[in-house]
């Protein structure tokens, strides 16, 4: 079964230009969360979404945005970027939300934004 | 907001000896998470624990929940090269967000 794969890996833009990142779960998943990781927050929370929906938001600015499609693929959307912005993007897929019996996450190998 | 805090931050080790790595969170969470990070690499879920008094194991690794004390260890017996990694705890809050420990970076020398 393959894994969570996301696209691109790399990525570099430069500061106030907009960044698409797509997730495809693992086949059968429907929850796919999304989390930032940098050197000086470490890990951060940003969406959880099920069947299309959004159920949960971390603390980040409305330039970071997100969506889900019926064939559960997930994208996040940061809108003018800034130089702080640049971090390690992961996504995560679980069959059913993370808060039911606790489901296991699966992570991705994440994309890898330079802002420059 | 849930705060999250672990350590040791770094960890050095000889091959063959135990440690723990502790993980206190600052409010009430029904679920708490392990996971593994190697170099350059994604994150590798360990362990879920969901009650007070939860333990689990798996391998030489083994984890364990208090959640009166708010405290959640990550034991490591007899320690190989291969454990060589990051690991972090996470904690899921009522709300279903998920807040993560600074992760402790272990080095398991020969």
């Known amino acids: 079964k393959a894994g969570v794969t996301q696209t691109p890996r790399y990525l570099i833009k430069t500061r106030g230009q907009q960044v698409t990142l797509s997730c495809s779960p693992i086949s059968g998943h429907r929850s796919v969360s999304w989390y930032q990781q940098t050197p000086g927050q470490g890990l951060q929370f940003l969406f959880e979404?099920?069947?299309?929906?959004?159920?949960n938001k971390g603390n980040f600015p409305g330039r970071f945005s997100g969506r889900q499609f019926s064939n559960s693929r997930s994208e996040m959307n940061v809108s003018t970027l800034e130089l702080g912005d640049s971090a390690l993007y992961l996504c995560?897929?679980?069959?059913?939300?993370?808060?039911?019996?606790?489901?296991?996450?699966?992570f991705g190998p994440g994309t890898r934004l330079l802002v420059l | 907001e849930l705060k999250v805090e672990q350590n040791p931050l770094f960890l050095s080790m000889q091959e063959g000896k135990n440690y723990t790595i502790y993980c206190n969170y600052s409010t009430t969470s029904d679920r708490l998470y392990w996971y593994r990070q190697d170099p350059g690499k994604s994150l590798e879920s360990l362990f879920v624990l969901l009650s007070n008094g939860a333990v689990k194991q798996e391998g030489r690794l083994m984890a364990s929940l208090d959640t009166k004390a708010r405290l959640s260890t990550l034991h490591i017996t007899a320690a190989v090269h291969d454990l060589s990694a990051t690991y972090f705890c996470a904690v899921a809050s009522t709300g279903n967000q998920f807040y993560f420990g600074t992760g402790t970076s272990l080095t398991v020398i020969p």
């Open positions: 995560a897929s679980s069959l059913v939300p993370p808060d039911r019996l606790g489901e296991t996450q699966y």
């Open positions: 979404y099920f069947s299309e929906t959004q159920r």
